[in-house]
């Protein structure tokens, strides 16, 4: 069946080369080798076997080249070469710059079951080599034959990924991607290939001191994954099944560059139960993490095998058993390994020293058990508890192993245990504790705990009377009456006595109550004596009644005896002064006074409108003021002011003081005066 070819964006693709003890002398496979050119004339380029012609631009599909070699060296540095269907036997091709060949299947997976079926395949029948600093080389979809071979070598700073291929071996000779020789800080990667042999072996093959290997949803007949001299390595969602010749039927692990960077090791599943020889499902010499696989080994096989080298890997949670006999591992590690957490079988034979228990039950591997979860206990905070702001509280938990032989790795809480507890904000609350034990399980618990500000309980319960408002007027200023001056009467009898100057008596006088408004002298002259400054003095209720002008008006006035010739020791009475109302008087800055009972007072504001709690409380009379709280009627919740909080998140609430709101005050100190500002008059 033919097709047209398609000629849309490149596919995501990813080049690879990987592991292996098997090293390969691949520079005895350069010599004669047709070599990339650096410069390029196309991007992309087109190779059609049969249709096209190396003399061609192969800048179209309707002028493509006939070579894959020739694609190659004809690209740009960086471009991509599609190739049709049909099959390119270019003896040996080495590609130094960096491409992206993309094949007749490029995007579909090697081991989809469409590419079983179908013949129509880019077919590379020679060998390929990919040597150079800093190249990305990319190989999808294309079929590999018999004869074909792929290598890495000397690839310093790149990145290799070959993705959406299939790899056929036959005729006794190895083939696929066979070696792996990189220097270092290069990337490979191999993903969604089918690799088959016939008689010895397709491998992926690897070793050399590589930085970053990727081994994920391939499918091996016949065919293993052999690692070494790599600094990171990951083993994925593999599938091996059937025979392979030789001891490593499905993943060999050698010595990695760094051992303490185990190879990961995770989801894979190799069926060899139809094994007839004795060799190995898993073989470790190199550290690994091995978890959620499935090993299951022929009679004589092994699932697993810890050679010298492999002893620090750590083995949980796989399905081990097989159902051709009993299950065995062996360890040769000459140290203690653990596998413990692993489905064993029915039966099963363990070799060398191993720790196993406790063992999974089934080969259920998700979200089953081992032995038991983490057990965790937290005692303080108490679930439900609550506390009082800033409360001293010590935390307190502990965590336990699920099971004997497993180990609490970690448990932590959201404070360290033998810490204190956060209870520097008020509100809802929550303590965390997560313990994790040595095979990985892991139990997290969380209790509620609430901090409370302290709540205004008035005690004792005080009479809610409003303080009235002092309105403090200029009126309070005593004017002087000109009647309060003594009229000479031109009457005879010039002696002046002193009681004919015309005194105020105390009663004609405005009295005022101490604690009231300004108090008039008692004398009847009206002289501009301080005490006629209007100031509002502090009053302990206030009640700022308008005083009324102080006339001297005699309570008794005598007959007007003095002349006008008969001046005694001159009384202030008798001298021609200038009135109040003559002299500019300052005006008074109003204040409002509240007298606080020791506890609690309830009051109506009506001093400076929206004036700040701490302005206010920074006023004479407020140090003795140790909160102020608000009823916030439409949200049913209190609002606070606390002087010795001011830094403290959420405990002061409370913002401004308005007019006609009502608050309670809380006093440190019996019979407090305090005197704040009133708001200001307008004009």
Known sequence: MRRSLNFGSPPLVQLVALFGVLIVAAAALLGGASRSSASGTCNPCYVNAST????NSGSSYYDPFKTLSKGIDAVEPGGTVIVAEGTYDDTFIQVMKSVTLKGWRSGTPGHAISRSI????SVIAGEISFQGDGLHVVVDGFKFASTSRLYVVDVENGRVEMI???????????GGIYQIYPSTDISVAVKNNWFASTLIANDVTSSGNGESLVVQDNVFENAAVLVSHWRDVEIKNNQFTSSRYGSCQAICIGALIDPTRPAIIEGNQANLTANSDKAYALHLAGPARVTQNRFHAGPQGYAVWVASGGGDSVIHFNDLSSSASATFVNNAAGKQVDIRCNYWGSTYTVGGDMQTEPRLQSNQL???????????SITAPADGATYSLEEEVTVSFECTPGATGLLIA???????????????TPGPHEFTVTAVDDVGQSAIVTVSYKVEAPTPTPTPSPEPS????PTASPTASPTASPTASPTASPTASPTASPTASPTASPTASPTASPTASPTASPTASPTTSPTVTPTASPTSTPTATATPSPTSTPASTP?????????????????????????PTPKPTPTVNYRLNYGWTLL?????????????????GGDAITAIYAWLAAERRWLGFFPNGVNVPGANDLTELRNGGVYWIANRRDDTEWVVPASPEED
């Open 118 to 121: 179908l013949t129509d395949e």
């Open 410 to 424: 970690e448990c932590t809480g959201s404070s360290d245990d033998g810490s204190l507890l956060d209870t520097s």
């Open 559 to 583: 007959s007007p005896t003095a002349t006008a010739s008969a001046t005694p020791t001159p009384s202030a009475t008798e001298e021609p002064t200038s009135t109040p109302s003559e002299t």
């Open 604 to 620: 109506s504001w009506t001093a400076k409108d929206r004036i700040s709690p701490a302005e206010a409380l920074a006023q004479p």
């Open 52 to 55: 096209g012609n190396d003399a």
């Open 366 to 376: 998700t979200g089953q058990i081992c032995g038991g979860l983490p057990q965790l």
């Open 164 to 174: 959406n291929n299939r790899f056929e071996s036959g005729g006794g000779s190895n």
């Open 466 to 469: 409003v303080t009235p408002s």
